[in-house]
Nanobody, 113 residues
Framework: QVQLVESGGGLVQAGGSLRLSCVTS????????INWYRQSPQKERELVAA????????IYADSVKGRFTISRDNAKSTAYLQMDNLKPEDTAVYYC??????RGQGTQVTVSS
């Protein structure tokens, strides 16, 4: 059974940091790229960051470049999103997604000004 479980969200003040985790099981993690998306009621779903299967290639949305870092540990079947210098506009539900495999339930990130 495929599972993707995000954690690490919460309430933080602007300028603060959070580290999201996506623990997975049920598929060959190292064979897939991992995507982090975010969704808020006011905005369309946005691809925040993505990382290739062996971590040798990453992409970021312009809105988070220089502040967010995506990484993965294939031995632990886990992906991470380090978020620094958070801004109120980063407030959203963040979820990890693996194409053609599945998506987690998401974790809420709220940044206060």
């Amino acid at each position: 059974q495929v599972q993707l479980v995000e954690s690490g969200g919460g309430l933080v003040q602007a300028g603060g940091s959070l580290r999201l985790s996506c623990v997975t099981s049920g598929f060959t993690f190292s064979s897939y790229a991992i995507n982090w998306y975010r969704q808020s009621p006011q905005k369309e779903r946005e691809l925040v960051a993505a990382i290739a299967s062996f971590g040798d290639n990453t992409i970021y949305a312009d809105s988070v470049k220089g502040r967010f870092t995506i990484s993965r540990d294939n031995a632990k079947s886990t992906a991470y999103l380090q978020m620094d210098n958070l801004k109120p506009e980063d407030t959203a539900v963040y979820y990890c997604d693996v194409a053609r495999v599945g998506r987690g339930q998401g974790t809420q990130v709220t940044v206060s000004s």
